[in-house]
Structures are given as structure tokens and as C-alpha cells.
């Protein structure tokens, strides 16, 4: 009996579940850095019209600095979660190609798969660097050395 593909629905539904809730983590710190936007934006209306001081604007400043650093990378790391998973459910979908199959009066024909060709990797031969041969130099003799024993000897 012939089989035909199918696709492994769990894990693909698996794979959707789990894109759709980066892309609503995504979209609520986005909104969450809005409304931190917005809320300084009012803090610095304030400071404007002389309600609050320069020194409360600066902790503000601060606060709403980081806030928008940890937004940033959450969202980040969102981003990057949806595009794996988005991945992951493109290639599960296109190893789903049809294999063709055709009805003949014998019975089914085709379905046969065609050879996987590997590619071979060819070992790059390494290049062996030319050693220089090192010269080795004798050192002449010290002749202050040589007069001193010749003259050493001649005291004795």
C-alpha cells in the first residue's frame, strides 16, 4: 500500500501557538513603551510650567532610561523567538512537497525518491612553509682572553 506524506499537525500547531504569542509579547511592550513615553513626556510638561524640580526631571530622566533599555531587549528577544519559530514552521511545511504518483492499469507508479546527493568536501592540502635554514656563526675568539692566559702561563 502506498503512503503518502503527512504533516506532523501537533507540532505545527505547536510551532503557530508559540509564534502568535511572541508576536502579542511584542505588541504589549510596544505599547508599554508608549505609555512609558507618554507618561514622561507629561513629567517634562510639568517641569515646564515650574510644578515639579529639575532635580525630580533628572531621577525621571533616569527611570525612564532604563525602562526603555529593558523594553528594548525584551522586544529583541521576541523578535528573535517569532523568527526562529517562523522557521522552523517554514521548513516543516515545505519538507510536505508532494511526491508524485501516478494510477497505471498495473497498479501505482512512481514515488520513488531520487538520491540525495552529499557534496563532498575535499581536504585542502595544507602548504608547508620553506624552513630557513639557520646560519649558525662562530664567535672569533676573544684575543684579550687568549693574551691573558698565554701571559698567565709565562708568570708561573
Known sequence: MVQTKK???SFFAHLLKEFNVAG???RA???EKQGLLDEFDAESKRYFFGKISEKTLA???RKTNGELQRLDSEIRKAITRARSASARAAKLSANQA???YSATLSGVSGGGKKPVRRKVRRKK???KRPVKKKVVRKKPAKKKQAKRKATRKKKR
Open 7 to 9: 504533516m506532523n499537525e
Open 24 to 26: 502579542e509579547l511584542i
Open 59 to 61: 531621577a525621571s530622566v
Open 29 to 31: 511592550r510596544q505599547d
Open 98 to 100: 508532494p511526491i508524485k
Open 125 to 127: 592540502a595544507v602548504k
